[in-house]
């Protein structure tokens, strides 16, 4: 659809219109963007921003990003009230890192939006709010309210969540039965191979998902989380994308091969990217869990990180797969202490 340019403040005052950014409006009013990062809205700036919300109501897609303004819990519940108005509202994105809410704040912010009955999509930004095993608890509480999504994202990066925390979290999406798309960031806590735990029972109802994204980067989730995470991956009968991000968390061989193994079982699976750089995974487990993915009937993409050893099995595997088209970019194991990765080495596209 063609889009029309208006000032943030849409007809406010020049003076505070001058420090917000621009928003996208398309020309039905069907979908509206609205980016207010870093503007130190203020009580002028932050009225506005309530102001244009509610003359948009009626909008199929709302996306808006309040990063970096220091809003309060009684601002965000300001917000809350005005979002749960929008009852024509399919796909929200809500960017809200860098704010004064505490994890009471969000959970009430998410119990507003949870009244959106025609919601299906929703992705929520919550970077870097300090928010615990105590906030966690109580956003997962809301969480599971959203019973309409077919699509699920959301961003918990450092947020010093460790194992309770992130039972939590994955029990309450668990819950989410109507869900297709399912993307998680959860780098840099700690929730370690405890937090994996039971996660097979926690998203055994999950039956219709088709995607799922998991960043646990750098949280020490060992061959025992590992091992965790491909068993639930197994029940997932529809899957056919899958992302994992799961660099510097104590891997093995073991847990890199029963990964590789169940992945490669699921009967639908297209794409498989997965990064395990930084782990402790050597030329055998490497070797290993290139044999197991290249045995899959089904796989068409994918983007692996494994050491060098791996490169000429793994060519072997695909060969005879005529439809397959991979990247595989070459992980390096050695290099110098100041940096994290080397330039690839080799990049192979294969079309047969």
Known sequence: ?????????????????????????????????????????????????????????????????????HLSDEQFLQIGDKLSRFTQTRNLKLYLKHNNITSNGIKQFIEKISSLYALQELE??????????????EISSSIQLLKSLTSLTINLENNQITEQGAQQLFKSIGSLTNLVHLSIQLAKNTIRSAGMENLSNSWSNLLKLESLRLDVINNNIGDEGIISLANAISQFKNLTRVDLYLRYNSIQNLGGEILAKQISKIENIKTVNLYTGRNKIDEKGARNISSYLGSSNSLTNLIIYLNDESIELLKQEIAHKKSLYMSLQVYKQHVAPHLQYMPLQSLWDLYY
């Open 124 to 137: 929520i930004d919550l970077t870097n709010l300090h928010l615990q095993n105590s906030g966690i608890t």
């Open 1 to 69: 659809m063609p889009l029309q340019v208006l000032s943030s403040s849409l007809q406010a005052s020049a003076s505070t219109a001058d420090n917000l950014q621009h928003n996208d409006i398309d020309a039905k009013q069907k979908s509206i963007n609205l980016n207010f990062e870093q503007q130190n809205l203020g009580n002028v700036g932050f009225k506005e921003f309530i102001s244009t919300l509610q003359e948009h109501v009626s909008v199929n897609d709302l996306t808006f990003n309040i990063n970096d303004n």
